[in-house]
Nanobody
Framework: QLQLVESGGGLVQPGGSLRLSCTAS????????IGWFRQAPGKEREGVSC????????NYADSVKGRFTISRDNAKNTVYLQMNSLKPEDTAVYYC?????????????????WGQGTQVTVSS
């Protein structure tokens, strides 16, 4: 069974940091673009960042540039999203997805496999 699992979410104060992880079971992430998306209550799903299969190319939403960093360790079959300087508006459920295109448009339909999400809450 092909599955993506996110972890690392939680409650953090504004200005704090979290590192999200996305691991795969049933398949290897080596050949896939991996994207991170988020969805806040009452809002549409938003693309946050993506990374090419080799890790040599990345894209970020303007809202997170300079604060978030995506990386991957194919040996561990894991992709990370390091989130620094978190703001209350970063509060959302964060999803990772595996697909074939990493673009600045962050289109959900470029991704075939999705995780169940992990909650990130930024609040004092």
């Amino acid at each position: 069974q092909l599955q993506l699992v996110e972890s690392g979410g939680g409650l953090v104060q504004p200005g704090g940091s979290l590192r999200l992880s996305c691991t795969a079971s049933g398949f290897t992430l080596d050949y896939y673009v991996i994207g991170w998306f988020r969805q806040a209550p009452g809002k549409e799903r938003e693309g946050v960042s993506c990374i090419s299969s080799s890790g040599g190319s990345t894209n970020y939403a303007d809202s997170v540039k300079g604060r978030f960093t995506i990386s991957r360790d194919n040996a561990k079959n894991t992709v990370y999203l390091q989130m620094n300087s978190l703001k209350p508006e970063d509060t959302a459920v964060y999803y990772c997805a595996a697909g074939y295109r990493c673009s600045a448009a962050h289109r959900p339909y470029d991704y075939d496999y999705w995780g169940q999400g992990t909650q990130v809450t930024v609040s004092s």
